[in-house]
């Protein structure tokens, strides 16, 4: 694959992400955790789907030789699923900036989980700019006075849930099809103990409702797919710039689509988490290429 169509990939897995806000303002009158629920049925669904035609036909027997692999990809699968609760939950409540900056700091969060846990040595520039995003919280913290736990959790499961899936030698769509099929049984129960969801009236499965609510599915799966593909195929620096393309259109989207109020203390917050973005991707880009830096 050429490094222009790997580029496109990477690009349209990002604005699916980035955008998505837009597809669950649609669904917005149903309660957060009603949608986690469609979103775990019908990615389970087109995951079966897409694992038919997967090029490895025995991807399952990793998973045979090794039934602990059964109990972490349960355990990973709740994670995402708390992630994608509360994404929706900050989504359909007005605190979309914070659900940007969360994943703004994601990869800041990922390369100290690495330091911490998988005794990955940080470089000096890549220690500026974890500390210029502490400094940035602590200022919110003083300003506002609360502490951004939303952007927090959001960023802490997903690096997490990062971290064991990388340690787990167990590949994406294959992973992805046991986490989801995992949580189905616990999403049926999850429907039987909550009788006043809009799910369980027929009208819901007769009207437009249950087509949105599918959407969820390929909407989860496919820019996975995507983004894996252009992982592939570029430079890891390139798809550490790609990665702020998210963010960034939430961010946008939360104050001209849905605007949100943006107060001058949460733009000193951003503005500091921007400048180390900005020394991050420097010292990733410069490690890429082989270059110096001064401060090492």
């Keep these: 694959m050429s490094q222009l169509r790997a580029l496109m990939l990477g690009v349209f897995a990002y604005l699916i992400w980035g955008l998505s806000p837009i597809y669950f303002g649609m669904i917005a009158s149903l309660p957060a955790s009603e949608i986690i629920f469609h979103r775990i049925i019908w990615s389970a669904f087109f995951c079966a789907i897409f694992i038919f035609f997967y090029k490895e036909h025995q991807w399952w027997k990793p998973l045979i030789e090794q ?80 502490l951004p736990w939303i952007s927090i959790i959001l960023a802490l499961s997903f690096a997490m849930y990062g971290l064991i899936r990388k340690v787990v030698p167990i590949k994406v769509l294959p992973g992805m099809m046991v986490e989801t099929w995992m949580l189905v049984p616990v999403a049926l129960i999850w429907l039987l103990c909550s009788p006043e969801w809009i799910t369980l009236t027929p009208a819901f499965w007769t009207g437009h409702w249950v087509w ?36 960034t259109l939430i961010f946008l989207l939360a104050i001209f689509y849905f605007k949100e109020n943006f107060a001058v203390e949460k733009l000193v917050t951003f503005g500091f988490i921007w400048l180390a973005l900005c020394i991050f991707s420097l010292d990733t880009y410069l490690t890429r290429k082989g270059g110096k830096l001064t401060c090492r």
């Design 212 to 247: 949105l609510c599918m959407l969820a599915g390929p909407l989860t799966l496919v820019p996975l797919i995507l983004f894996n593909l252009a992982a592939k195929n570029l430079p890891y620096s390139t798809i550490g710039f790609l990665q702020y393309m998210s963010p």
């Design 67 to 146: 039934p602990k692999y059964f109990l972490i990809l349960f355990t990973t699968g709740m994670m995402l699923s708390a992630n994608w609760l509360l994404y929706v939950w900050a989504i359909n409540n007005h605190y979309m900036l914070e659900a940007s900056l969360g994943y703004y700091i994601n990869p800041l969060i990922s390369v100290s989980l690495g330091t911490l846990v998988l005794k990955e040595k940080m470089r000096k520039l890549q220690w500026v700019a974890v500390l210029l995003a502490l400094l940035g919280v602590l200022i919110q913290i003083i300003l506002i006075g609360e």
